[in-house]
DNA sequence: ATTTCAATACGCTTTTTACGGTATTTTTAA
DNA sequence: TTAAAAATACCGTAAAAAGCGTATTGAAAT
């Protein structure tokens, strides 16, 4: 008997996994978290074997949810049930620590396979998908594990001032700064991200809102 | 008997959703699918009374299904399935002709109601919705439908390309233009949407690519 | 046939961003 | 306790965007 905890803000979804997974008495759903601060709050009492877990989420969302499990109950099979099909997404995911992703257009027997295949130490994601796994496994085991927090807690709040539509020296007045230093902030930042401008940097922030830690 | 398509992109949603309506059987799901076209084919043949509607889906969007839709079949009553919770989003499907808006994590009771006064001729709303619903019933009223087809098709290609990261001048060379032509097009944009610089723009694209006919 | 709108392009000015630095202080971690 | 990282601030220049315009052409609508 596999015990998983669903995490997900959709009932909708939450509602179809559960009559879908009905029907195999090997599984058991044993709770439901409609937020990651939810998950937090169960696994204790609840043990979970795997959690299939959204990522985006109020409260905690589903890349934070996954850290802290990760370092308070590394023994969970976290499984992301995502609708983001984008690359860095996925091995953020993975290097965080899922050992599955899947898109919510999976199917039950999909589902099944992922779980018993995870449950058994393996990894397992959706076709279109083997390729970044591959490429996660091939890096894991350089085991340079670098992009870890990239930017600072004051670049992510300047990250998201920008996001806004805030210049330099609206941000500057906001937070009781030199426009110069709100200036070399954005620079640092363009340089760890690697990009040149604003229009990427509002692109980039708003596709990686959970790496980020923004909203 | 009321007949009911169900549109979504994400099969565990689908299979959900199939199985919340089993135990109903004055509802029936006569047909699903995966996106827009399919709706589009399948509407002539299947008649439904209601569709449940998803946004985001490939080939063609919500939005543009529903223009079609409007168009084409006037009397079939649409029911948007979103997570999108965006007063702006609501609006637009609404001045589209939805006649409901329902966030996925809707429960099942809220699903059946929604149809059934839906069915009756009303409109339902999620709760925290109720306020943009009856905005847009006090404003249809004065039947001023003004924001049609807000950006021509030449500045929808601009604003891609500056989501994508270009320089005005880079945008000239693309589309063998002046820099001043796109100049003037990106005031263009800036004057119809209501936004002054490059960063809100990108935000207000990405979050309105369904309406913008963006990707 | 004429108005409207989209697409094109230009002029001028100011603001803002981008990119190259350097440098000090404070906080954090080894 | 010493080194690294983060937060702060400045200097200068060039490029780009933003905010005022105006104007011509062609297509579509009335």
Not at 16 to 41: C, H, M, P, T
Not at 44 to 72: A, F, H, R, W
Request: hydrophobic residues 45%; negative net charge.
């Amino acid at each position: 008997m596999i015990k998983i905890l669903i995490a997900d803000d959709h009932n909708v979804l939450i509602n179809g996994l559960k009559l879908i997974f009905a029907v195999r008495d090997d599984f058991k759903i044993i709770s439901v978290a409609n937020n990651g601060q939810e998950v937090i709050d169960l696994v204790k009492s609840e043990c979970p074997d795997v959690i299939l877990l959204d990522i985006n989420m109020p409260l905690l969302n589903g890349y934070q949810t996954l850290e802290i499990l990760k370092s308070d109950y590394p023994e969970i099979k976290v499984i992301i049930l995502s609708m983001l099909n984008d690359k860095r997404n996925v091995l953020n995911m993975l290097e965080a620590g899922a050992k599955g992703y899947l898109f919510k257009d999976t199917d039950d027997k999909q589902l099944f396979n992922a779980i018993e295949m995870i449950q058994q130490g393996g990894y397992y994601v959706s076709e279109d998908l083997q390729s970044i796994l591959d490429e996660f496994l091939a890096n894991s085991k350089c085991a340079d594990k670098k992009n870890k927090q990239l930017l600072s807690s004051r670049e992510l709040e300047i990250v998201s001032l920008i996001v806004d539509g805030n210049t330099n020296a609206e941000i500057a007045d906001l937070l009781f700064l030199s426009t110069r230093t709100v200036d070399t902030h954005r620079k640092n930042i363009f340089h760890k991200l690697n990009l040149n401008n604003t229009a990427l940097l509002v692109k980039y922030a708003l596709e990686n809102k959970a790496f980020l830690g923004l909203q």
